[in-house]
Structures are given as C-alpha cells and as structure tokens.
Nanobody
C-alpha cells in the first residue's frame, strides 16, 4: 500500500490548510498523525471503515477528517491553526485504528510539513 500526502505549507496563526492523501489501497482504518522535533508522534485524527471518526483533544473543533473512497483519498481540513500544530504530518492506514503508529502493522506516507508562525 502506498500513500502520498500533499497540501502542507507555511501559514500564519489562525490560518487554514487542507492536507490530502492518495492511496493505492487501504485497510480498515486510516488517519493522520504528526511529529514535531523533540516530541512524540501524535494521532491527530482517524476514520474507520464505518465512517466513525476520532480526534485528538488538541484539535477537536478545529480539524476535520474526511475521505472519498471513490478517489481513494483522505483529507484533513485544518482551521484556526496554532504554532503548536507545526509538525510533519503523515497519512497512515492499518487494520486497526490502534495500530496506526505501529511501523510493522501500518502503512504510511513520506509526510508533508506544516509550519505555523507569524
């Protein structure tokens, strides 16, 4: 399974970005995680095959995850961005949402950088 992210960039605080991920195939659950220098990886949001979504507390109300199965695409709409959102964002898919951060149980893309600064 291959995943390719796009849509990252640099924005000012309060701005918006929309990340996209195109996949050659997906399993039961897919989502976005991020990693900033010196910080642990953090699941930002995920969506399962039933359409159920889950968000990190830090992004609730600001980020929205969605998918287009016909296009094999996953999206992350990020609004009201904060400097703390700066990180490399990765798209990942796994057979279980609890496996998204496990390298040997998931597939992930190369990441797209998001930088929020004034």
């Amino acid at each position: 399974v291959q995943l390719v992210e796009s849509g990252g960039g640099s924005v000012q605080p309060g701005g918006s970005l929309r990340l996209s991920c195109v996949t050659s195939g997906f399993t039961y659950c897919w989502g976005w995680f991020r990693q900033a220098p010196g910080h642990d990886r953090e699941i930002v949001a995920h969506i399962d095959d039933d359409g159920s979504t889950k968000y990190a507390d830090s992004v609730k109300g600001r980020f929205t995850i969605s998918q287009d199965n016909a296009k094999k695409s996953l999206y992350l709409q990020m609004n009201s961005l904060e400097p703390e959102d700066s990180a490399m964002y990765y798209c990942a898919t796994a057979g279980d949402c609890g496996w998204l951060l496990l390298p040997h149980h998931s597939y992930r893309g190369q990441g797209t950088q998001v930088t929020v600064s004034s």
